[in-house]
C-alpha cells in the first residue's frame, strides 16, 4: 500500500535511476575535507584516493556510487555545516561521477540534506541520502530534526526536482524518534508523507547488518522501493537482497572489511555474483 492518499503513486526511482532490479551502490568515504579537525591541508590525496575507490567499484560491477564526507568526525549538525564541505564535495563529486561513468548520489554528514542538494546540483549527481528525513532524533551531534519541508522548498528553488531523496526510516547512530512512540511502519509512513522516493533501513550503526524485520516492516508500509543502506555482506546478501530492492554497501567492500579502508575489487566482485544470480541471470 502506498500509506498516503494525498499524492499520486510515484514511479519506481530506483528503475529511473539504475535501471535494473536490485542496484547495488557502492560507498566512497571521502577522507577528511577543509574544516574537518583531520583534514590534511591539500585536496589532491582526497580526490585521488576517491577516484580510486569509484573506479574499483565500477570495475568490480557495481551500479551506482554515493559519495560521503565520512572522514569529516566529528560531524557537524546540519546548522554548522560549513561552506568549505559544500566546496569541497562539489568539486569532488563530479570528477567521482566522470570516473566512475555510473549514478550518484550524495550524502553529506551530518544530516545535511540542503548542503547535499547544492553538492548534487552542482555535480549532476541523481539522488541524495538523508538519514532523518523527517520527525526528529537524539543523535551522537544533538537534537537532529527532520528537514524535509525545507529541503523540499529548496529542491524546488534551485530547479532540482529530477534529484531523487533517499530517506533513511529508522536511522543509526541515534535514539529513534525521541521517545520511541512510533513502529518503524509509522516511520516508513511518515517518509512517504513527506514525499521521499526510496526508503533506506539500517542497523544500528555503521556496519551492522539491517534486520531483516525491520526490512519486511517498512516493505509492508509503502509501495516506494525500500534498499539496505547497513551491513549487506557476502553471508547475508542473498537473504536481505531476497526482501530488499537493492542496497548500499560500503564496509563490506573494503579491505578487512573496515569501511575507512580502500575498496578491493575481489570483494566487490563476489558480491555483484551473488546479486546477478538473485536477477536470474549468470555472473
Do not use: C
Amino acid at each position: 500500500m502506498s500509506g498516503i492518499g494525498i499524492l499520486p503513486p510515484k514511479a519506481d526511482a530506483l528503475r529511473a535511476i539504475f535501471g535494473i532490479a536490485k542496484p547495488i551502490i557502492g560507498m566512497i568515504h571521502l577522507r577528511p575535507l577543509p574544516g574537518a579537525p583531520r583534514f590534511g591541508g591539500e585536496l589532491t590525496p582526497v580526490l585521488e584516493a576517491a577516484l580510486a575507490d569509484a573506479r574499483t567499484l565500477k570495475e568490480g560491477g557495481v551500479d551506482g556510487v554515493v559519495v560521503e564526507n565520512a572522514g569529516d568526525v566529528p560531524f557537524s549538525r546540519p546548522a554548522d555545516i560549513g561552506f568549505e564541505t559544500v566546496a569541497a564535495m562539489a568539486a569532488l563529486v563530479g570528477p567521482i561521477a566522470q570516473a566512475s561513468g555510473l549514478p550518484v548520489g550524495v550524502n553529506v554528514l551530518a544530516n545535511g540534506a540542503i548542503q547535499a542538494l547544492a553538492v548534487a546540483k552542482a555535480a549532476a549527481a541523481s539522488f541524495v541520502r538523508v538519514n532523518q528525513w523527517v520527525n526528529a532524533y537524539v543523535a551522537n551531534e544533538g537534537l537532529i530534526e527532520g528537514p524535509a519541508p525545507h529541503a523540499l522548498r529548496y529542491r524546488a528553488a534551485i530547479k532540482a526536482e529530477d534529484i531523487r531523496i533517499f530517506a533513511d526510516v529508522h536511522v543509526k547512530h541515534g535514539a529513534h524518534a525521541i521517545v520511541a512512540d512510533r513502529t518503524i511502519a509509522e516511520q516508513a509512513r511518515d517518509a512517504v508523507f513527506f514525499d521521499a522516493d526510496v526508503l533506506i533501513g539500517t542497523g544500528q550503526r555503521t556496519g551492522d547488518a539491517t534486520p531483516l524485520d525491520e526490512i519486511r516492516a517498512i516493505k509492508d508500509a509503502t509501495a516506494l522501493p525500500v534498499i539496505v543502506g547497513s551491513g549487506l555482506d557476502l553471508d547475508n546478501a542473498a537473504t536481505l537482497l531476497g526482501v530488499a530492492d537493492g542496497a548500499i554497501v560500503g564496509s563490506a567492500l573494503k579491505r578487512d572489511g573496515v569501511w575507512w579502508n580502500p575498496v578491493e575489487r575481489d570483494r566487490v566482485e563476489r558480491l555483484m555474483e551473488i546479486v546477478a544470480r538473485l536477477r536470474g541471470r549468470p555472473a
